[in-house]
């Protein structure tokens, strides 16, 4: 079984630039979240999607942050016009749907730096 | 309101002993679940266990042995006979349950165990 595959692993950006982060999850699992982790914190919660839908977006989310899952497979996360704040490790996870006791498997993260 | 609590930042241990790491947790809902996972220096976050909040049995898998006590609201993990594989940063989580099933996770901000030769 593959797991979750997260792309790039590492971006340099300058400050004011747009990124975008790719993730595929386990195949099979409907459902698909995008984490923020900093330096010595643990993860927070961003937004999740049940196959193609967006169910949930945390106030963290700010306008500059966009996340599609198009067909219900891939996700993307962009962040337009980044800020030096946007500095982060982002993790996908994935699971299956079925109620609320899933586990989420996590990808190895897209390391994030803004020059 | 949820909140996961690590209260230890760091633990050095040498190699052979046992460590426990904390967790204690709030939460309104009576339907939730608890989690453990390992973040070794590579960086991606390894599922440990699951429990949920209608199941308080202890779990022993090999050396990882897991105390879940809904009366104090702790989620405690222990290491028995540490090795230096066990480095890493651990971070106990909580899922809370709702009507759409969501299941975003609430993180502490974990506990770094360093085990010494």
């Known amino acids: 079984d593959t797991g979750v595959s997260q792309d790039p692993r590492h971006k340099i950006t300058k400050r004011g630039q747009n990124v975008t982060f790719r993730c595929d999850p386990i195949s099979e699992h409907n459902r698909l979240y995008w984490y923020r982790q900093t330096l010595g914190q643990g993860p927070e919660f961003l937004t999740y999607f049940q196959n193609e839908a967006q169910l949930e977006k945390s106030r963290l989310l700010s306008d500059r942050f966009s996340a599609e899952r198009p067909k219900g497979s891939f996700s993307t996360l962009e962040i337009q016009r980044t800020e030096q704040g946007d500095s982060a490790m982002y993790l996908c996870?994935?699971?299956?749907?079925?109620?609320?006791?899933?586990?989420?498997?996590f990808g190895p993260g897209t390391r994030l730096t803004v020059l | 309101a949820q909140k996961v609590t690590q209260a230890q930042t760091e633990i050095s241990v040498v190699e052979k002993e046992d460590v426990t790491l904390d967790c204690v947790y709030e939460t309104r809902d009576t339907t939730y679940y608890l989690f453990w996972y390992k973040q070794p220096p590579s960086g991606e976050l390894v599922f440990l266990i699951r429990?949920?909040?209608?199941?308080?049995q202890n779990e022993i898998s090999g050396r990882y042995s897991w105390n879940f006590q809904k009366s104090t609201s702790s989620f405690n993990f222990t290491i028995t006979a540490s090795q230096v594989v066990d480095s890493a940063v651990y971070f106990c989580a909580l899922s809370e349950g709702d009507q759409t099933g969501a299941n975003n996770l609430f993180f502490g901000t974990g506990t770094r165990l360093t085990v010494i030769p």
């Open positions: 996870a994935s699971s299956p749907s079925v109620g609320i006791s899933d586990t989420q498997y």
């Open positions: 429990r949920n909040s209608f199941d308080e």
